[in-house]
Each structure stands twice: as structure tokens, then as C-alpha cells.
């Protein structure tokens, strides 16, 4: 079964770090993979996507990393402020079908 | 601007009364999808549409039904709603091909079947 999966559930940094999200899949026939942020109660929104041929993109304090090999992707975010808090989730969408398979998010904290 | 509206935001109902939420996407997008999403179990597909009149199972579709007469629009119907069906369901939508494949959500549609 293609599982996605994300580490750690929750985070709490204070203001100013710069900090790594992580999310591990275990099929690497992916045909791209997203990043989006949710906040309590709220939609997805898309912060970044990655085609499978690609290593990394960016966006603004941003950056995702793709490594299909290992399984892995990370969102680095800089320099992070009180805004960025929310729930951060990755997406794999796999060549076989259309579908994303999504990790279970990270709860992200970031206290004043 | 592009996006993906869901109606209602929010919806209260009783058990066995029949309901409709609707999504409409402006991209001309092939796909779209919907999602409902539960503590502790995160985001599932309960089905999806290649494009008009052709739509599928995805990995949760007890209860619910589909229908995609227009491109733009893909309603999800819950002919007789549970108290099991009380989620947070977000419609998505995105191209099939192309460089750029990103998927575009909804706001949410939080249903509680009391």
C-alpha cells in the first residue's frame, strides 16, 4: 500500500528559527508531490509543488526538497514567523492513478 | 483568479435527509475530487472524475454518489446521511497533463448529520 507519512505530528520553535518539515513516501514512482498549509477549520492552501523530475522549489522563505530515491521531501521554512503557524501536509500524487495520498501533517507552532 | 468554491461552508443536518454540496472549479480542469477529512484518519478520497460523464470509486465511497454533467461542476449527493458521514469534505480539482499538475481545494464544507 502507497503510504505517505509525516514526522513530527506537532512542533512548537519560537519565532526566528528556521526549521524542517519532514515527509517520507513509500512507492518512488511518484509523479509530483505538494505541500500545502491548512489552518484550524480551514481549506488547503498549495505552498509549493514538486514534479517528480525536479529537486527542490521555492517560494519565498520557503523551500521543498525532493529526494524519490530515499522517500523523502522536506519543507524548510526561514526565518519563521507567528503567521506561519498551522497544519502543514504533503501530498503525493503517484504515477498510477490521480489520486493524492496525503501524510498526516505536522502541527506547527511558532511562539512569539 | 482561479479557484475551487464549495457551497454550503457549513451544514447541519438530520439523519436520512437527503443533501447536496456542490463545487464548481473556473480552470477548466479535467479532474476533480472529492475528500473528506477526519481527526486522527487525515484526508481520503471518496471519489473523483476524469472529465465529463466519467467518474470512479475512490477509497471511501459508501454513502455518497457523484455526478459530472459539465466540466466545471462536481457535485457530491449523500442520499441518506449518518451521524459516520459528520467530516470536514473539501473538492479539488487539477489538470491531468502538462508541466504544471497542481491541485487547487476548496474551503471545506464542515457537514454534521445529527
Known amino acids: 500500500k502507497q503510504e505517505v507519512t509525516q514526522i513530527p505530528a506537532a512542533l512548537s520553535v519560537p519565532e526566528g528559527e528556521n526549521l524542517v518539515l519532514n515527509c517520507s513516501f513509500t512507492?518512488?514512482?511518484?509523479?509530483?508531490l505538494q505541500w500545502f498549509r491548512q489552518d484550524p477549520g480551514k481549506g488547503l492552501t498549495s505552498l509549493l509543488l514538486?514534479?517528480?523530475?525536479?529537486r527542490e522549489q521555492t517560494s519565498g522563505r520557503l523551500n521543498a526538497s525532493l529526494d524519490k530515491s530515499s522517500g523523502r521531501s522536506t519543507l524548510y521554512i526561514a526565518a519563521s514567523q507567528p503567521g506561519d503557524s498551522a497544519t502543514y501536509l504533503c501530498?503525493?500524487?503517484?504515477?498510477?492513478?490521480?489520486?493524492?495520498?496525503f501524510g498526516g501533517g505536522t502541527r506547527l507552532m511558532v511562539k512569539p | 483568479e482561479a479557484q475551487v468554491t464549495q457551497n454550503p461552508r457549513y451544514l447541519i443536518t438530520v439523519t436520512g435527509k437527503k443533501l447536496t454540496v456542490t463545487c464548481s472549479q473556473n480552470?477548466?480542469?479535467?479532474?476533480m475530487s472529492w475528500y473528506r477529512q477526519d481527526p486522527g484518519l487525515g484526508l481520503r478520497q471518496i471519489y473523483y472524475?476524469?472529465?465529463?460523464?466519467?467518474?470512479d470509486k475512490g477509497d471511501v465511497p459508501e454513502g455518497y454518489k457523484v455526478s459530472r454533467k459539465e466540466k466545471r461542476n462536481f457535485p457530491l449527493i449523500l442520499e441518506s446521511p449518518s451521524p459516520n458521514q459528520t467530516s470536514l469534505y473539501f473538492c479539488?480539482?487539477?489538470?491531468?497533463?502538462?508541466?504544471?499538475?497542481?491541485?487547487?481545494f476548496g474551503q471545506g464544507t464542515r457537514l454534521t448529520v445529527v
Open positions: 501530498a503525493v500524487r503517484y504515477n498510477a492513478g490521480n489520486m493524492l495520498t
Open positions: 512507492d518512488s514512482a511518484i509523479y509530483n
Open positions: 514538486i514534479q517528480s523530475s525536479q
Open positions: 480552470m477548466n480542469h479535467e479532474y
Open positions: 472524475s476524469m472529465n465529463v460523464e466519467v467518474t
Open positions: 479539488a480539482s487539477n489538470p491531468l497533463t502538462g508541466l504544471n499538475t497542481e491541485a487547487f
